[in-house]
């Protein structure tokens, strides 16, 4: 069973810096390309940033290009996302899912930007 | 504001039919695949629909998508109260060379 497994969020102040993570279990790590998407607070889905399996292709929303940092550690079956001078508008559940389809997700870590 | 974009809701009766549409441009559903997701409440969303009209396992035949040019479709039939949900699009964009969630159309069923 696949199981994904978000953590690292919290409250940062604006300008700040945060890390999240996202432990994957269940099906072959490496093989797969991983997708990180969030919502914000009542609004919809928007999709933020994805890598290759071997990390050889990143992509990213142009709402976070040149501040947001995704990468992967196949020995330790865990994404990332680092996250550098956040914004209020930043605020939202992080969800990590397999593939470029999405076709797992996790259940998401909230992270707050605000003084 | 997101270039897919989808009517902000959507509504049956327990039985009927519903479809929901899904709007692009010729960059995103006019030369990639569509997926679509179902959020229900509370919950993180889970992929319904995969490469325009696929089924993954364990998703009712109720279920069912299809494509035609820049736009595509959802459709739920026999509408069932456990479907009321926030449903999204998702596709590929050439021009953005990133994913894009369509708008989200929310399900009541009334």
Known sequence: EVQLLESGGGLVQPGGSLRLSCAASGFTFSTFAMTWVRQAPGKGLEWVSAISGSSDSTSYADSVKGRFTISRDNSKNTLYLRMNSLRAEDTAVYYCAKDWACDNWGQGTLVTVSS | ?110
Request: charged content about 10%; hydrophobic content about 25%.
């Open chain 2, 1 to 110: 504001q997101s270039v897919v974009t989808q009517p902000p809701s959507a509504s049956g009766t327990p039985g009927q039919r519903v479809t929901i549409s899904c709007s692009g441009s010729s960059s995103n559903i006019g030369s990639n695949t569509v997926n679509w997701y179902q959020q229900l409440p509370g919950t993180a969303p889970k992929l319904l629909i995969y490469s325009n009209n696929q089924r993954p396992s364990g998703v009712p035949d109720r279920f069912s998508g299809s494509k035609s040019g820049t736009s595509a479709s959802l459709a739920i039939s026999g509408l069932q109260s456990e479907d009321e949900a926030d449903y999204y699009c998702a596709v590929w964009d050439d021009s953005l060379n990133g994913g894009v969630f369509g708008t989200g159309t929310k399900v009541t069923v009334l």
